[in-house]
Structures are given as C-alpha cells and as structure tokens.
Nanobody, 121 residues
Framework: QVQLVESGGGLVQAGGSLRLSCAAS????????MGWYRQAPGKQRESVAT???????NYADSVPGRFTISRDNAKSTVYLQMDSLKPEDTAVYYC???????????????WGQGTQVMVSS
C-alpha cells in the first residue's frame, strides 16, 4: 500500500510564508513526477507546481517567483515553499505523485488527503 502524507498547512497573513511537505511511504519501487495541486471553494482543482525525478520544475502562471517546489528523493518527499502569500492562494493543497509500487510494477497516480492553507488579508 502506498500513502502520501502532507503537513505544513495553516493560517497566515497576506505576505507571509508557509512550507508544505509531503512524504510518500509504502512499497515504493520508483517515484516519477511529484507535485502540488490546489482547490479553492467552488473551483476546480488546479496544478500549482510539479517536479520531475531529475528536479525539473514547472509552475502555474499565478505562482512563479513566489512558490518553490523541491524534492528529496532519498526521503521520498516533496516540498512547496510558499512566499508572499495572497488571499487568493487560500485553498486545500493536495500532494500528487506518480509511483510504481512493488508488486504491480505499474505506475499509478496517488494523492494526499489535502492540507488547508488560509491566507488572511
């Protein structure tokens, strides 16, 4: 069984910072892309940032220069450093990873349970 466990959400004032973490655990054979998505109330889930196993990052148009994605392959963990937060960044943030687990040896998409980020004005 594979799990993604997120941490680091919370309430912060506009202009502040938060760092999200997401650790993968279980029968991990290989982790390919990892990333962060978010879903605000009444809106569709959208991509925030993704990172390949080689460390190549891509960002949504609304966040480059404010958010930084990184990963520690030895710890099977992806991070999202969020700076200069704005009220419109308020959402539930979900961790994503494409993982090949031992046994099936077939890449599948996995999601974390979500962590709430609230930015007050």
């Amino acid at each position: 069984q594979v799990q993604l466990v997120e941490s680091g959400g919370g309430l912060v004032q506009a202009g502040g910072s938060l760092r999200l973490s997401c650790a993968a655990s279980g029968r991990l054979f290989r982790i390919d892309a990892m990333g962060w998505y978010r879903q605000a109330p009444g809106k569709q889930r959208e991509s925030v940032a993704t990172i390949t196993s080689d460390g190549i990052a891509n960002y949504a148009d609304s966040v480059p220069g404010r958010f930084t994605i990184s990963r520690d392959n030895a710890k099977s963990t992806v991070y999202l450093q969020m700076d200069s937060l704005k009220p419109e960044d308020t959402a539930v943030y979900y961790c994503y990873a494409k993982i090949t687990a031992w046994g099936p040896f077939r890449p599948s998409d996995y999601w974390g349970q979500g962590t709430q980020v609230m930015v007050s004005s």
